[in-house]
């Protein structure tokens, strides 16, 4: 919408997973959309069948998966107006990546959005470089366990060398950041067979030749400028008036190893000028909360002086403002999260939350510029579709069906009625969650707990607050 398309809404939306493995992403959205249809395809038997295994305990019943590969998708899976292909593109040989392209160009609709993930040059030489190193050493290794014992093995190794030269220090950083990574993401993806990163031009071009243009990186934060040094900007200066040419050079300057780009009909007209007035269509999330030392600093400040606030999210992001409308809507959000507010009610409150008399087209003006700003800088979400997710929790709490069925069957990463990854925290909460199915009040939680009612209450407060409780 900020760039001049006109994608369909949200909530009643056809999406497409290509590659969609068990169906992790596919059977979120399907849960969070309740009116959207979801089709999800992957080569995998395996993954389709856990997949919709665990739809049907969730009674999904908008979303389906099908087992098929993408070489053998000539015709007649219909149109999506949105289409998601997650860590697929780099990891499947070149007949499969021109299949997956293909299928895009052929389902999409005529005002469709793709997304696209794949490791990107230049950042991902250092990725080969590992790579190359974990391949040679797990090489005549077949079982998976002892090949990434075997890999991590070696990692610690390079990790402990105390004075590494400079280039060694580059890899033995990054190994550290491997380390951290889970078996399954170790696995298939630094140890995959196949692991192919692209210059972001070559995957553009790529697109094109199926009849698909740039549209943007699903992140806006990762394309903005700001974080370019000042002495890059004669440089940047002297460039083509061409997004593709300026998102490369961003790359270089930020040695990127990894891109989600969206992609639409190359006969779609693309206004790269972000036209903040669609701001006033979408619904505003915020997670950011004033932060603490801010507070106390803005009671010492002198009456004179407008004081000023920082919030914060979760992820580190902040903002600083003395100006009442920017505090007052930032207020706002923090009281209606995890829920989002519609541009207007949160244009009412923030108004109401100062002693500002100016027209209300102008505060509506300066609301659209900063929540853009916002946006960009991750402190808002800008949504399609207010997420249907309990504010403060219900007398009858009910945690989500998915999310419910995912903790039945052990997992550990349960998927938040936000589209997130959730975990169930201490010894309180998983036995607490097992009890959200909306027939048990929150006194007899207590009772059926045997936990004081204040430490049932904060933990279901923070099961609300990262979206697992379903809006009445
Ligand atoms: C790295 S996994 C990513 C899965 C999922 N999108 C995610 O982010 O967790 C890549 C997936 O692509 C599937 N895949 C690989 N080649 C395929 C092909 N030719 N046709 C269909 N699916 C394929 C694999 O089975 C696997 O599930």
Redesign the pocket.
């Known amino acids: 919408m900020l760039f001049g398309l006109d994608p369909s809404p949200a909530h009643a939306c056809r999406v497409l997973?290509?590659?969609?493995?068990?169906g992790?992403?596919a059977l979120s959205i399907a849960q969070a959309l309740p009116e959207a249809s979801v089709l999800g395809?992957?080569?995998?038997p395996v993954?389709i069948e856990r997949g919709t295994a665990l739809a049907d305990a969730a009674a999904l019943e908008n979303v389906r998966l099908r087992c098929?590969?993408?070489?053998s998708l000539t015709e007649g899976l219909g149109s999506f107006d949105y289409i998601v292909?997650?860590?697929?593109y780099s990891?499947?040989p070149p007949p499969?990546r021109a299949?997956?392209l293909a299928c895009v160009k052929r389902c999409l609709a005529p005002k469709g959005i793709a997304f696209v993930s794949y490791n990107a040059y230049p950042g991902s030489y250092l990725r080969d470089m590992a790579r190359d190193i974990l391949a040679y050493h797990v090489r005549d290794i077949e079982d998976p366990q002892r090949k990434l014992a075997a890999a991590q093995e070696l990692m610690q190794t390079i990790v402990a060398i105390e004075e590494p030269s400079p280039f060694a220090r580059v890899l033995r950083e990054h190994m550290e950041r491997m380390l951290g990574y889970s078996d399954a993401l170790l696995f298939?993806?630094d140890l995959?067979e196949v692991s192919t990163p692209f210059y972001f031009h070559e995957f553009v071009e790529h697109a094109a030749r199926h009849g698909l243009q740039f549209l943007s990186e699903a992140d806006l934060f990762e394309s903005q400028m700001r974080d370019l040094p000042d002495s890059a900007a004669p440089l940047m200066a002297g460039l083509p008036d061409d997004a593709v040419v300026r998102e490369q050079y961003l790359d270089f300057f930020k040695n990127r190893m990894f891109r989600q780009t969206l992609l639409c009909h190359a006969e779609a007209s693309v206004n790269r000028a972000l036209d903040d007035r669609e701001i006033e269509r979408c619904w505003i999330a915020s997670s950011a909360r004033p932060s603490e030392e801010e507070e106390k600093e803005e009671q010492q400040v002198e009456p004179a002086q407008p004081p000023q606030q920082t919030f914060a999210t979760p992820e580190g992001f902040t903002v600083t403002s003395s100006e009442p409308l920017v505090i007052a809507a930032l207020h706002a959000l923090e009281h209606a999260w995890p829920q989002a507010l519609s541009f207007r009610e949160l244009l009412e409150q923030a108004i109401a939350g100062t002693d500002l008399e100016v027209p209300i087209e102008q505060a509506a003006a300066r609301l659209r510029e900063v929540l853009l700003q916002a946006y960009l800088a991750r402190i808002a979400q800008l949504l399609g579709s207010p997420p249907s997710v309990a504010g403060d929790p219900p007398e009858r709490p009910l945690a989500s069906a998915l999310a419910r069925s995912q903790h039945a069957a052990g997992s550990h990463a349960l998927s938040s009625l936000l589209h997130a990854n959730a975990r169930l925290e201490d010894e309180l909460e998983p036995r607490l969650f097992e009890l959200l199915d909306g027939t048990h009040d929150r006194a007899e939680l207590a009772r059926e707990l045997d936990a004081p009612p204040e430490q049932v209450e904060e933990a279901l407060a923070r099961l609300a607050w990262v979206g697992l409780l379903q809006a009445e």
Request: net charge negative.
């Open positions: 997973e290509l590659g969609c493995g068990d992790g992403n395809v992957d080569a995998s993954a098929a590969m993408f070489e292909s997650h860590g697929v990891w499947v499969a299949a997956l298939h993806d995959a």
